[in-house]
């Protein structure tokens, strides 16, 4: 869906009052990773530049209760804000009320307000349209750069733009673009790679790309609820009762329309979920008796590989195994590195495959990492996103 983005807005002497994803994580008042403000950085940046145009920067940390906790105060980034926008930044006591109204309209060209944290206000979550007006007379134009809450219809990111001209921001447009590349004019063969834990958490997206994918990677442990499907042994592997008709039905499905699907064909189980679990390989599509899959094997390494070597479309969501313990990251980190070298547009979103292209330190070399979880998952069973329909031309 295309955007208006922050270039179609007339930014010359108008405070702008910009929503970001500042949601960075916290230790003892100190910022252990700034990558989400890095990210807004750009349309920051870009405003600043405009002729006598001045920023309110709004965002929410963390999950406050009723109370205003203040380990998720704002206030605790708004030296890096400083640091990194080269900006000067005035910390709001508040997120909306006469006291912050007054500091916008005081604000000078080229100045930065930081907004307290927007859940503060239970208004926030719910969307109230009196809160959003208030958050909306605190500036001229709106533009929204936090992707990872376009899921969500609140205040700060759909409310608002009932009464403001709204744009995206430029995170927001590439987060948006290539979602929409890949859902909508997918370059072929298109290869998709969904694993992690759950069917029930992935099967809307298995479901939403079957029409537009040649092959389906069928990874983690919701692969096996697939294979008990094909009447395979799975040890004591991750498996969803419930989703076992599911699970054959879209096999079927693929199957009619002659989508290839890649399920574990090897894998590297242990007798028990844990970090010090000795690994070990089995050969086979039948995981043994009293064994759990951890990983994938690599025979289906080599067949995953060779449908990513061609494709012009890969869309990675979920990892092929438990990433997080060494002695059963490989398969994930192989085909991590299969999807950096792919020479098609690459598109990796959903926390925990993000988290994988992290480990790996493969960032740079795919084309685009989501910055949204949840959002990029709902992107990807092609919902509509609220905060991007706000946004729409
Ligand atoms: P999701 O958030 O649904 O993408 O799931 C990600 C989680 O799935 C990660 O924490 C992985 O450790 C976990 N996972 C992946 N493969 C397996 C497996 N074979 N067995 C158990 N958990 C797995």
Redesign the pocket.
Known sequence: MAVKTVRDLDLKNKKVLVRVDFNVPLKEGKITDDTRMQRALPTLKYVLEQEGASLIVMSHLGRPSTDREPELSMSQLSGHLAEISGAKVVMAPDVVGDEVKALADNLNAGEILLLENTRYYKEEKKNDPAFAEKLASLGDVYVNDAFGTAHRAHASTEGVTKYLPSAAGFLMEKECEFFDKVLENPEKPMVAII????VS??ISVLESLLDKCDTFVI???MA?TFLKTKGKSIGN??FEEDYLETAESFLKKAEAQGTTVILPMDHVVASE?SESAAPEAVDSEDVPEGK????VGPKTVEAVKAKIAVAKTVVW????????FDAFSKGTEQVANFVADCAGTTVVG????VAAVNKFNLGDKIDHVSTGGGASLEYLEGKALPGVVALKK
């Open positions: 694993g992690g834990a759950k958490s992935k990874g983690g442990g096996y592997s991750l979920f759990l899959a951890m990983d969501n979920g990892p092929m195994g438990v990433f997080e959903g926390g925990d495959s």
